[in-house]
């Protein structure tokens, strides 16, 4: 159980082009995603946390212009990066936490999206 | 703010071997301590985690102990495998909404 899914696995895209990332929780709701940034060897950067039905929280320096993220459902969150440039070129990962009681602390990680931006 | 500290690696091991991954955190509060590990080519999975002091986790032979008195949460495993190479990723949870502040992750790797 309690698996997370991530479409599309990498994407090549050019410069200047919007690229939109999903995350689903299969077999459980999830109020609450969050999304981060993995540069090769380091570790995760939280970008921002998204509320179903809600405005994502942003954390501090992400853009929220260049990165929107929209949470429709209990089993969808989705990740737009506009605009996109060779910067932008990162492993960007989801996670989700279960809505039952008693399981907020652990969040399901997605596999990951590779962006390259040429 | 919230931080986690953990070794750098790589760290290379024979088979067999004992490993130790050393994570100390700041925090707020009382957090709770996880490891998150992550095979090559695949997303972060929970290895085990650890919701208040004393408490020990543990799952496919590792094993990590919340200690408040050092504020560490050290993994170990008394005999590695090929199968557990991977970066493993120390991390806290301790502001409200759950979110997760990650130490730099260390790659292990376990040589037949």
């Known amino acids: 159980g309690a698996v997370v899914s991530q479409h599309p696995s990498w994407v090549i895209c050019k410069s200047g082009t919007s690229v939109k990332i999903e995350c689903r929780s299969l077999?459980?709701?999830?109020?609450?995603m969050f999304w981060y940034r993995q540069f090769p060897k380091q570790s995760l950067m939280l970008m921002a946390t998204s509320n179903e039905g809600s405005k994502a929280t942003y954390e501090q320096g992400v853009e929220k212009d260049k990165f929107l993220i929209n949470h429709a459902s209990l089993t969808l969150s989705t990740l737009t990066v506009t605009s996109a440039h060779p910067e932008d070129s990162s492993f960007y990962i989801c996670?989700?936490?279960?809505?039952?009681?008693?399981?907020?602390?652990?969040?399901?990680f997605g596999p990951g999206t590779r962006l390259l931006v040429l | 703010g919230n931080s986690v500290t953990q070794m750098e690696g790589p760290v290379t091991l024979s088979e067999e071997a004992f490993l130790t991954i050393n994570c100390t955190y700041t925090a707020t509060g009382y957090p709770s301590l996880f490891w998150y590990v992550q095979y090559p080519g695949e997303g972060l999975q929970l290895l085990l985690k650890?919701?208040?002091?004393?408490d020990k986790g543990s799952n496919k032979g590792f094993e990590a102990t919340y200690r408040k008195e050092t504020t560490s949460f050290h993994l170990e495993k008394g005999s590695v495998q090929v199968s557990d190479s991977a970066v493993y990723f120390c991390?806290?949870?301790?502001?409200?909404?759950?979110?997760?502040?990650f130490g730099g992750g260390t790659r292990v790797l376990v040589k037949p």
């Open positions: 650890a919701t208040k002091a004393d």
């Open positions: 996670s989700a936490c279960p809505q039952a009681a008693g399981s907020q602390e652990t969040q399901y």
């Open positions: 991390a806290l949870s301790a502001a409200a909404g759950n979110k997760l502040t």
């Open positions: 077999d459980f709701q999830a109020t609450t």
